[in-house]
Structures are given as C-alpha cells and as structure tokens.
C-alpha cells in the first residue's frame, strides 16, 4: 500500500487548474504565520505535480518570496481524505469556501483525483480470490469510484459530501435550460440565499429549489395539475402527481378524466356570478331569542348571578352605570325585533 511522501518543489513546477475561490481573505496574516512557523500543511498534489489543495498557501509563498514550498504527493484517496480534514481542523489561518466555491472547488478536486481513484480500483479488479480476472465495474461500479472521490474531495472544503450534493443539485437546476425561467430564478434565488445565509440556510434553500422543479415537472407529466400550479397551490400538484403516478392504466386514465372533471366545475363555480344572499330576520331573531334564554337559565343554574352582583359590588359606578345602559340598550333591540317579528317567532319556554 502507497503511503504519503514529502518533498519539496519549485512553486512554478506545481500546475495550478482552474480555482474557484473569489475572495483569498487575509493572505498577509497567512503569510505572517508561514514566517513566523513554517508550513504547517505543506501543500498537496498527485504525483504528477497538480495541485490538489493549496492554493492560499501558495499565494502566502508567492508574497514571501518563497521559489520552493514542501508538498504532499498523494497517492490514494484515503490519504487525501484525512489530510484535507486535518488541515481543515487545525489551520486557524483558513478563509471559509462559500457554498457554491466549495461545491466548485470539490469538483475540480474530484477531476484531479479521480485517475487515482480509477488507477486503484483497476489495480484491486486484476486479481479476485484464486487469481479469477474480474473487472473494476464488479468491484464497485464506476458510479460508486466518483462517489467515493467526491466524498474525499469534500474533506478540504469545510463541507459535508452530501451538503454539497445539495448545493450541486440547485446550480444544476439554475443553469438546465430545459426548466422554464420561474424554476432557473426559484434556483439562482436558492444559491444565493446559501450564500449569504451560512450553512443553516442550505437546506431550506435546496428545498424551495427542488420543490419548482418538483412542481415543473409535476405539471409536464399531467398538464392538467396546471390548474393548481396557476393558483399557486403546490402541495395539491405534489399529491395529485404522487397519487397518478401510484395508478396504473387504464385506472389512471380513468382518474384523469374524474381530475378534469372537478376542475372544469371549480373553474365554473369561479366564474358565476356571486348574489347577495336576502337576511331571514325572523330566523336570526329565533336565534337571538333563544340564545338570551339559553344564557339566563345557565345563569340560573350555576350561580351565576350571585357572581356578578359580587362582581359589581366591588367595581366601579362607573363603569357599573356604562355596562347597566349597554345591556337596556340589547335588551330595547331584541324587544323590537321579536315584536316585528311576531307571531311568526317561535316560543321558547323555560
């Protein structure tokens, strides 16, 4: 098994790709540290010289005039894994990645370490057991290599493999020009609340993204869960798609029709016109009459007079004078309208 080797190269031997970070932060303070203490990390790279992580470090020997700087040949990416985790752990002169730079910065280190990851996974296929010859796609598929690859390429970046999953699924979305613009916005909306919002806002913001796409194509698949769409009713696409999907034919044509059935009488019942309903006095007055004698036999029965003599002995005349002429006033109202509306007015006794 290949372990780690240490050495030190000329900084302009080390091939730098394309980076992705957009600020480099406090470069002089990292440098002041590199002087002051060494190169704690040395900077890592294959051993074709690619710079695999580093790239502040060798920014911070640029600026300290430095020709050569001590570098990490990796070899595996396990090794890869647990140095970019330590160095994300210990080096207090680290500038935070942003998540759609750490979601760049992973795939450009997954593009560096994946001739490695293949190489080892061709290396363990040659021979299987008693010597049978069984190729590297048995072992462990090409998927699950670029798997493991992002994983060890998210160690360096201060993110998980599977937050930045989520941060790659939105950008996808944002830049796939077969989405309608709403669903692109809804994503470029989502990245730059992950950007702005920290770590905590990665979730929500990946969720309102899939949630437009989930919609879109909700609404591809069944047209008529439009209708729902428009009104910006979202959980009813969800389910009436989940539940269409669940059906198979012809139960689910038969489903469709009885779906565009309810539209068509929701969308009727939207277009008619609305009429004022005419008050029934004598029935609200039936109402207002029982509700006086329901109330006063509760009183009656609980006590509940007692209760507010006890209450108005002990407030304020005031007050007691207010609340006596509110209650005349209710009472002269409900005298008017029982008398309008007698003798249709049901009787209630006791």
């Known amino acids: 098994m290949d372990t780690v080797s240490l050495n030190e190269l000329p900084i302009d031997a080390i091939i730098v790709k394309d980076r992705h970070r957009r600020d480099m932060g406090d470069i002089k303070s990292l440098a002041d540290s590199m002087n ?11 051993p074709d010289h690619q710079l695999v992580a580093g790239t502040r470090r060798l920014a911070a020997a640029r600026e300290l005039g430095w020709d050569v700087v001590p ?50 996974k061709a290396e363990a296929g040659k021979t299987h057991g008693r010597g049978r010859r069984i190729a590297p796609a048995k072992l462990a598929g090409a998927k699950a290599a670029d798997r493991e690859t992002r994983n060890a390429a998210a160690k360096g970046t201060g993110y998980s493999g599977a937050t930045l999953d989520k941060v790659d699924k939105v950008i996808e979305i944002a830049a796939d020009e077969s989405k309608p613009e709403p669903v692109r916005e809804t994503a470029r909306e989502a990245l730059t609340e992950m950007n702005t919002g920290g770590k905590g806002a990665i979730d929500s913001a990946y969720k ?58 929701d969308r009727n019942r939207s277009a008619a016109p609305t009429e004022d309903t005419p008050i029934d006095y004598v029935a609200l007055g039936d109402k207002m009459v029982k509700a006086v004698n329901n109330a006063s036999q509760v009183i009656a029965k609980t006590g509940g007079e ?45």
């Open 71 to 120: 570098v990490t040949v990796i070899h595996s990416l396990g090794e890869a894994a647990a140095l970019f985790e330590a160095e994300r752990d210990e080096n207090t002169c680290r500038k935070d990645f942003t998540p759609t730079e750490a979601a760049a910065v992973r795939r450009s280190i997954a593009d560096v370490l994946a001739p490695i990851a293949h190489e080892r």
């Open 306 to 350: 007692e209760t507010i003599r006890a209450a108005m002995t002990s407030a304020d005349q005031l007050t007691i004078s207010l609340w006596r002429d509110e209650f005349k006033d209710l009472s002269d109202a409900c005298a008017r309208l029982a008398q309008v509306c007698v003798p249709q007015l049901k009787v209630v006794t006791k």
């Open 36 to 46: 002051s203490l060494g190169l704690i990390h040395p900077v890592v790279v294959t």
């Open 208 to 265: 309102k993204a899939t949630r437009a796409e989930q919609v879109h194509d909700a609404v591809a698949e069944f047209p008529d869960l439009s209708h729902y769409a428009d009104q910006g009713k979202d959980n009813d696409v969800l389910r009436l798609a989940g539940a269409l999907r669940g059906y198979a034919e012809p139960e689910r044509s038969m489903r469709i029709e009885a779906l565009r059935a309810d539209i068509a009488a």
